[in-house]
C-alpha cells in the first residue's frame, strides 16, 4: 500500500502488534489518540512531563455547572495546543464542554496542519 507524505505512517494507540509488525494508524487516528492522552492522563502522572495532560477522569467528582466546563475549556485549549504542535492547527481548535446529569460531553474540532482537512471528536466522561 503506497502512503503520501501527507499521510505517514504512524504507531497505532495503544500500541499492539499486528501480526510481527506493530500495527500502524493513519494521521487522523493518531492526532485522536493523541487527544485521548490529553483528555485523561491527569497532571503530574507522566514523571518527565508533569505539566501534561488535562484530567479529565478527576472531573466526574467534580459539580457538573456551568464554571466547571469554563475552566475544564480553557486547561484543554492549553493542553491540546501544545500536545499537538506541529500536526494540529492551533488557531483551528475548538473546544466545547457541556454537561447534563452525570456526564460531562467534550467536543474537539480542529484543522490538520499538513492537509488542512477538518475533523471534530466527542468525548463522554461520567455515568451512564
Given at each position: 500500500m503506497?502512503?503520501?507524505?501527507?499521510?505517514?505512517?504512524?504507531l497505532a494507540?495503544?500500541?499492539h502488534?499486528?501480526?510481527?509488525a506493530?500495527?500502524?494508524?493513519?494521521?487522523?487516528?493518531?492526532?485522536?489518540?493523541?487527544i485521548e492522552?490529553v483528555?485523561?492522563?491527569l497532571?503530574g502522572?507522566?514523571?518527565?512531563?508533569?505539566?501534561?495532560?488535562?484530567?479529565?477522569?478527576?472531573l466526574v467528582?467534580?459539580?457538573?455547572?456551568?464554571?466547571?466546563?469554563?475552566?475544564t475549556k480553557?486547561?484543554?485549549?492549553?493542553?491540546l495546543a501544545?500536545?499537538?504542535k506541529?500536526e494540529?492547527?492551533?488557531k483551528s481548535?475548538e473546544v466545547?464542554?457541556?454537561?447534563?446529569?452525570?456526564?460531562?460531553?467534550?467536543s474537539i474540532?480542529?484543522?490538520l496542519a499538513a492537509?488542512?482537512?477538518?475533523?471534530?471528536?466527542?468525548f463522554?466522561?461520567?455515568?451512564?
Amino acid at each position: 500500500m503506497a502512503r503520501r507524505i501527507v499521510d505517514p505512517p504512524y504507531l497505532a494507540f495503544p500500541f499492539h502488534m499486528d501480526g510481527a509488525a506493530p500495527a500502524l494508524a493513519t494521521r487522523a487516528a493518531h492526532v485522536r489518540g493523541q487527544i485521548e492522552q490529553v483528555l485523561f492522563t491527569l497532571p503530574g502522572e507522566r514523571v518527565f512531563r508533569p505539566e501534561f495532560g488535562a484530567g479529565m477522569k478527576a472531573l466526574v467528582f467534580e459539580p457538573n455547572d456551568t464554571p466547571l466546563w469554563q475552566i475544564t475549556k480553557r486547561r484543554l485549549l492549553s493542553s491540546l495546543a501544545e500536545a499537538l504542535k506541529g500536526e494540529v492547527d492551533p488557531k483551528s481548535i475548538e473546544v466545547d464542554v457541556t454537561g447534563e446529569e452525570a456526564n460531562l460531553s467534550v467536543s474537539i474540532a480542529y484543522t490538520l496542519a499538513a492537509v488542512g482537512h477538518r475533523e471534530s471528536q466527542q468525548f463522554q466522561v461520567g455515568g451512564s
